[in-house]
């Protein structure tokens, strides 16, 4: 079963909301990492972090806003969404950057109303 | 722009027989291929991987052959199960960066009993 587990599995949020998505990896990775998924899209790569810092910001919108207080934890700050940020966020950890990504967590699948 | 396809969006094949994926990537720096599964409501699981310096791979009933001539990767399954039913993703990166992947569409395989 993977090691990387992603709270809450699922989420409605107005538009004026604020809430976070939260990702906790229990392999000894650091690296972590944001992909959005949509219906009938490609996984879009949104955030990569290495040792807790940002090294890739994929041109993502700044109503996104994520956090790595550690290398165990990854959050994304939501807020003021729109109605196309619907989606499943999924989190992602490798060892570092250059090694091969292979654990992916569940998901967090995020209504917009 | 850079993009990686799958040719068929849904693959239906009886149990038992013989599955062949297909992929078309068009950047030709990239070096480094992985191969994904996804299963309904889960997170996307790595299935097996390659460089370029490599044209054929094997694990537990899975071949990942490459051909960069024409910029093409394909994903063999052998003696397909019920259990390999799901979404089928390619990837790509350059080797030093693997984190920062660039993902197919993906191609549903479908496993008739």
């Known amino acids: 079963e993977t090691g990387v587990t992603q709270t809450p599995r699922h989420l409605v949020m107005g538009m004026t909301n604020k809430k976070s998505l939260k990702c906790e990896q229990h392999?000894?990775?650091?690296?972590m990492y944001w992909y959005k998924q949509s219906a009938k899209k490609p996984l879009e790569l949104m955030f990569v972090?290495?040792?807790?810092?940002?090294?890739e910001n994929n041109s993502v919108p700044s109503r996104f806003s994520p956090e790595c207080p550690n290398s165990s934890h990854l959050f994304l700050h939501l807020h003021t969404l729109q109605p196309e940020d619907s989606a499943l966020y999924l989190c992602?950890?490798?060892?570092?950057?250059?090694?091969?990504?292979?654990?992916f967590g569940p998901g967090t699948r995020l209504l917009v109303l | 722009g850079e993009s990686v396809g799958l040719h068929l969006p849904t693959l239906s094949v009886q149990e038992g027989d013989n599955s062949i994926i297909n992929c078309a990537y068009s950047?030709?720096?990239?070096?480094?291929f992985i191969w994904y599964k996804q299963e309904s409501g889960k997170g996307p699981q790595f299935i097996i991987d390659?460089?370029?310096?490599?044209d054929k791979r094997q694990g537990q009933r899975v071949t990942v052959l490459l051909n960069k001539t024409v910029k093409h990767l394909s994903l063999q399954i052998a003696a397909t199960q019920p259990g390999d039913s799901a979404v089928y993703f390619c990837?790509?990166?350059?080797?030093?960066?693997?984190?920062?992947?660039?993902f197919g569409q993906g191609t549903t395989l479908q496993v008739k009993p």
């Open positions: 992602a950890s490798s060892q570092d950057r250059v090694t091969a990504m292979g654990d």
């Open positions: 392999l000894g990775h650091n690296a």
């Open positions: 972090y290495n040792f807790k810092e940002q090294t």
């Open positions: 950047n030709s720096a990239s070096d480094y």
């Open positions: 390659i460089r370029s310096n490599m």
């Open positions: 990837a790509e990166s350059i080797s030093s960066n693997t984190g920062k992947l660039i």
